[in-house]
C-alpha cells in the first residue's frame, strides 16, 4: 500500500486548497478513504470519509460546509477541496486507509496564516 498526498501550502484566511492523495497496492475502488489531519500538540483528527463507490461521505463538525472529499476511481485518487480557509485549519493532512490495519501517507502540511 502507498499514499501519496500532495497539494498542500500557504493561504490566507479565507482561501482554498485542494489536496490529492494518491493510491496504490491495493484494490481502491472497494475501499473507503479518508482524510486526517494533525496540527501541533494535538491528536490526529478525521477530517472526512468517503466511501468506496463515493456516494457516501461523513466529516468532521468542524469541517462541515467548507470542505468536500471526492474521489476518481479510474485515476486512483482521493481529493479534499478545502474552502474559507481558517487558522484553526493549520495542519499537516494525511490521507488514509483502513485495510486489516491502519494505513497512512507521509502527509502535506497546510499553513493557514495572513
Known amino acids: 500500500v502507498q499514499l501519496v498526498e500532495s497539494g498542500g501550502g500557504l493561504v490566507q484566511p479565507g482561501g482554498s486548497l485542494r489536496l490529492s492523495c494518491a493510491a496504490s497496492g491495493f484494490t481502491f475502488s472497494s475501499s473507503d478513504m479518508s482524510w486526517y489531519r494533525q496540527a501541533p500538540g494535538k491528536e490526529r483528527e478525521l477530517v472526512a470519509v468517503i466511501s468506496s463507490p463515493g456516494v457516501g461521505t461523513n466529516y468532521a463538525e468542524s469541517v462541515k460546509g467548507r470542505f468536500t472529499i471526492s474521489r476518481d476511481n479510474a485515476k486512483n485518487r482521493v481529493y479534499l477541496q478545502m474552502n474559507s480557509l481558517k487558522p484553526e485549519d493549520t495542519a499537516a493532512y494525511y490521507c488514509?486507509?483502513?485495510?486489516?490495519?491502519?494505513?497512512w501517507g507521509q502527509g502535506t502540511q497546510v499553513t493557514v496564516s495572513s
Open positions: 488514509s486507509l483502513f485495510l486489516f490495519r491502519r494505513y
